[in-house]
């Protein structure tokens, strides 16, 4: 049995995106990758299902969206849910170490077309979780999936103004005024 | 040169989906759809750059979707303008002829993850048109964002229904009333 390895996925994305950035995520084979971060090839695959899933966590930003929704204070109505979600995920996953890393991580999957693919269904995969996390605080079917829309549009828009200044701005500020925004703007279609 | 075929796109299409029925995406060579279609593989890739594109269309839905937004009436407000361009998909794409093979497209698609993907990058492509038209109408940016997500959101929502019924139901028809419900929970998010 394989010895357990801390840190392992971790370890494969910082490999992975310094070997697609030197030499394109085409010309990398998953091999190379499990060098780099001295690891095997089985480790990759035990949290890995294929090469392009190494820049998109294997589902933990799903994981993380659920629980924030689950954990909000429980008058919350959904976007302000969805506001303490964003919360979250600014305090475990873009915190301010992280921010030059997911611009260089973006820069990637700008490139290629079936990274973008990628990404485009991770995108589809956060909405349905946070319609079905929503919807299991008893908010309707159809708010449940409106609010996952405009939460998600907030989420994009907070993410890209995050990754691409070099401010001090906080992830989940930038969420919360992104939200404020959308809602606003919402009403004035 | 290649010899002007009538219909090429739309003939290769229907070979795709009875070959993808009947024995997968997987097992399916382009070569073998433009056998079944009567063409060459050169005519193929004169219309698709890759296999999966033939279930697509290759952008002319995002074609349609300016062009009914463009031809929107001047006074429509931001909604409003969605509500006409998706007028014009029901007359000219989503017609009461395509309802079972839309069914059947869908359900092709539901069973392969590449084609998933494929689809997850066309909604984006889609929303991204639909953002760019109505800020060519002086939306601004913002809400054009906003108003194109409710819009594809109300989209979907329609296309679901048009496809599954067996009724009478104008694809036009259910997208206002998928619009109209879409509005309604925005302000209760």
């Known amino acids: 049995m394989a010895r357990w390895q801390p840190h392992a996925p971790e370890r494969l994305l910082v490999a992975a995106l310094e070997l697609f950035e030197e030499r394109g995520y085409e010309n ?66 873009f915190t301010s170490e992280r921010r030059e890393f997911s611009a260089r991580r973006s820069a990637v999957i700008a490139t290629n077309p079936e990274l973008r693919e990628r990404e485009a269904l991770k995108e589809l995969g956060l909405i349905a979780a946070m319609t079905d996390a929503l919807k299991h605080r008893g908010v309707p079917d159809l708010t449940a999936r409106v609010t996952a829309e405009l939460g998600a549009l907030a989420w994009k828009i907070a993410y890209e103004r995050w990754r691409d200044t070099s401010g001090r701005a906080d992830f989940a500020e930038l969420a919360r005024r992104a939200l404020a925004e959308v809602r606003a703007a919402s009403a004035s279609c």
Not at 29 to 56: C, M, N, Q, W, Y
Request: avoid cysteine; aromatic fraction near 6%; charged fraction near 25%.
């Open 28 to 93: 990398t084979t998953v091999v190379e990758i499990t060098e780099r971060a001295g690891l095997t090839k089985s480790t990759f695959f035990r949290h890995f299902p294929d090469k392009r899933e190494v820049l998109f966590g294997g589902g933990a930003m799903t994981g993380l969206l659920r629980e924030g929704i689950e954990a909000a204070p429980a008058g919350a109505g959904p976007l302000e849910t969805v506001a303490h979600a964003l919360d979250a995920i600014g305090r475990q996953a």
